[in-house]
Nanobody
Framework: QVQLVESGGGLVQPGGSLRLSCAAS????????MAWYRQAPGKQRESVAA???????NYADSVKGRFTISRDNAKNTVYLQMNGLKPEDTAVYYC???????????????WGQGTQVTVSS
C-alpha cells in the first residue's frame, strides 16, 4: 500500500513563507516525477510545480521566482518552499507522484490527502 503524506500547511500573512513536505511510503520500486498541485475554492485543480527523478523542474507562471520544488530521492520526499506568499496562493495543496511498484509494472499515479495553505492578514 502506497501512501503520500503531506505536512507543513497553515496560516501565514502575505509576504510570509511556508515549506510543504510530502513523503511517499510503501513498497515502491522507483519514483519518476513528483509534483505539487493546488485547488482553491470554486476552481479547478492546477499544477504548481514538478520535479523529475533527475532534478529537472517546472513551475506555473504564477509561482515562478517565489516557489522552489526539491526532492530527496533517498527519502522519497518532495518539498515545496513557498516564499512571498500572496492571498491568491490560498488553496489546498496536493502532492502527486508517478511511481512504479514492480519490475515491468506500469507507472502509477498517486495523490496525497492535501494540506491547507491560507494566506491572510
Amino acid at each position: 500500500q502506497v501512501q503520500l503524506v503531506e505536512s507543513g500547511g497553515g496560516l501565514v500573512q502575505p509576504g510570509g513563507s511556508l515549506r510543504l513536505s510530502c513523503a511517499a511510503s510503501g513498497s515502491i520500486l522507483s519514483i519518476y516525477a513528483m509534483a505539487w498541485y493546488r485547488q482553491a475554492p470554486g476552481k479547478q485543480r492546477e499544477s504548481v510545480a514538478a520535479i523529475t527523478s533527475g532534478g529537472s523542474t517546472n513551475y506555473a507562471d504564477s509561482v515562478k521566482g517565489r516557489f522552489t520544488i526539491s526532492r530527496d530521492n533517498a527519502k522519497n520526499t518532495v518539498y515545496l518552499q513557498m516564499n512571498g506568499l500572496k492571498p491568491e496562493d490560498t488553496a489546498v495543496y496536493y502532492c502527486n507522484a508517478v511511481l512504479r511498484l514492480q519490475v515491468g509494472g506500469s507507472p502509477l499515479n498517486y495523490w496525497g490527502q492535501g494540506t491547507q495553505v491560507t494566506v491572510s492578514s
